[in-house]
């Protein structure tokens, strides 16, 4: 192929002039293609393509796929709800081993995960169950404990919160998992029917 000779787009088969014949998917040095978006599009089309065609296809490269737009806005919301609560805990909640009542763990769990999912949908929500939960340290009176509730599956109108249990000592710099558990929610109307889970704008 000569330089300046007219040929025709094999993306919408219009005649242009090309100047440049040797750097493949290029017209002229018009259009600045990056040497990604040069391989993208060489994945598609071999010769040359006209400015129009450039530039609709670098444009379409820089645009974020509808399904990555909505798992970062999926993600941004699930940053923005997570819910973290801190109480300390005293001599009448805890059992006769002077250790947090079980009761009184889920209890305030249940509630964390349900700020956590009624801030990340703005919808009214119920519990519908709760998974296995772990009580793997025990926690003594005269201590702090963190909950902190985090928004981990999302279905059409359920979702799973998990809350983790922190404990910290008062006067030491110390602090580790003591419990853990998933609940499950789903998004209800006015008249407690199931509705389908929305991301707030």
Do not use: W
Not at 156 to 172: A, H, I, P, R
């Amino acid at each position: 192929m000569q330089k300046h000779e007219t040929i025709s787009c094999p993306r919408c088969q219009r005649p242009f002039e090309c100047r440049v014949s040797n750097i493949r998917n290029c017209q002229c040095s018009g259009v600045q293609l990056t040497a990604e978006e040069r391989f993208q599009i060489g994945q598609q089309y071999q010769g040359c393509l006209c400015a129009d065609c450039l530039l609709e296809m670098k444009t379409a490269l820089q645009q974020p796929t509808l399904q990555h737009t909505k798992a970062m806005a999926y993600e941004e919301q699930i940053e923005r709800s997570v819910t973290r609560i801190f109480k300390a805990v005293f001599p009448n909640t805890v059992n006769h081993y002077d250790t947090l009542f079980g009761g009184t763990a889920m209890h305030l769990m249940d509630e964390v995960a349900f700020i956590t999912a009624t801030r990340f949908t703005k919808m009214r929500t119920v519990t519908v169950s709760s998974d296995r939960i772990d009580f793997k340290k025990p926690i003594p009176h005269g201590t702090i404990i963190e909950l902190v509730g985090t928004v981990v599956h999302v279905g059409n109108t359920s979702l799973k919160v998990q809350v983790d249990v922190f404990v910290e000592q008062m006067y030491l710099d110390h602090r580790e998992k003591a419990i853990s558990g998933t609940f499950t929610f789903v998004a209800i109307d006015e008249n407690k029917k199931p509705v389908p889970i929305r991301i707030p704008a």
